[in-house]
């Protein structure tokens, strides 16, 4: 990866961080699985996997718990991404069934597509 995106990506995670410990100290669910999702994709694309995974199960353990479906529906989409470049396909198909059931559940359409 070209140095300058990088550099971009670490001011983004400083200021997603920050994001997240406002949402926590003002207990908002819902802006605190946002950034763990921001952190999560961010750290997909900087190629950091595993970290990646664990913020979306993070993500994923919140919109369980506040009953955003399209927020579960999309936390299981990026985990599936994250674990099949991890090289675990298995987990990767069930959380990307995950996502399609939760998808056509809630009319999302667009996501329904192959």
Do not use: T
């Not at 410990?21 to 207990?27: D, M, P």
């Not at 099949?84 to 359409?109: P, V």
């Amino acid at each position: 990866m070209e140095k300058w995106k990088v550099k971009r990506y670490d001011y983004e995670l400083i200021s997603i961080q920050k994001a997240l410990s406002i949402a926590k100290h003002f207990g908002d669910k819902v802006d605190e699985g946002v950034a763990l999702a921001n952190l999560g994709n961010a750290h997909y694309f900087l190629g950091d996997l595993k970290q990646s995974i664990e913020y979306h199960r993070k993500r994923l353990c919140i919109a369980k718990e506040i009953g955003d479906r399209r927020g579960k529906g999309r936390s299981y989409c990026m985990l599936g991404c994250a674990l099949d470049r991890l090289g675990d396909s298995q987990e990767a198909i069930e959380c990307h069934k995950q996502d399609l059931a939760i998808a056509i559940e809630i009319g999302d359409l667009v996501r329904e597509l192959p």
